[in-house]
Nanobody, 122 residues
Framework: QVQLVESGGGLVQPGGSLRLSCAGSGSIFSLYIMGWYRQTPGKQRELVAAITSGGSTNYADSLKGRFTISRDNAKNTVYLQMNSLKPEDTAVYYC????????????????WGQGTQVTVSS
């Protein structure tokens, strides 16, 4: 049983930064790829970024340069550093993970966290 627990969301002013964390538990083979999706009301979840256990990454083109994904394999934890935040980054951010059969280019994957709210507002 894989569980993903997010933390780090909250309210931040435009131009500010936040770091999200997602701790995974369960089989490490099910955590080969870990990443983040986000969703706003009335819209589909969209990829933010994903990373393999080997460090390969995939980002949404529109977020490159502002968001950085990283992971600590020893802790089964993935991080999302978000800088220069804009009001349009306001969303629920979901941690997502998949096993060895997964590919960076074909998410989302099998396992989801409960989501954490990020609100960018003055």
């Amino acid at each position: 049983q894989v569980q993903l627990v997010e933390s780090g969301g909250g309210l931040v002013q435009p131009g500010g930064s936040l770091r999200l964390s997602c701790a995974g538990s369960g089989s490490i083979f099910s955590l080969y790829i870990m990443g983040w999706y986000r969703q706003t009301p009335g819209k589909q979840r969209e990829l933010v970024a994903a990373i393999t256990s080997g460090g390969s990454t995939n980002y949404a083109d529109s977020l490159k340069g502002r968001f950085t994904i990283s992971r600590d394999n020893a802790k089964n934890t993935v991080y999302l550093q978000m800088n220069s935040l804009k009001p349009e980054d306001t969303a629920v951010y979901y941690c997502n993970a998949g096993g060895l059969q997964s590919s960076l280019r074909t998410g989302p994957y099998d396992y989801w966290g409960q989501g954490t709210q990020v609100t960018v507002s003055s």
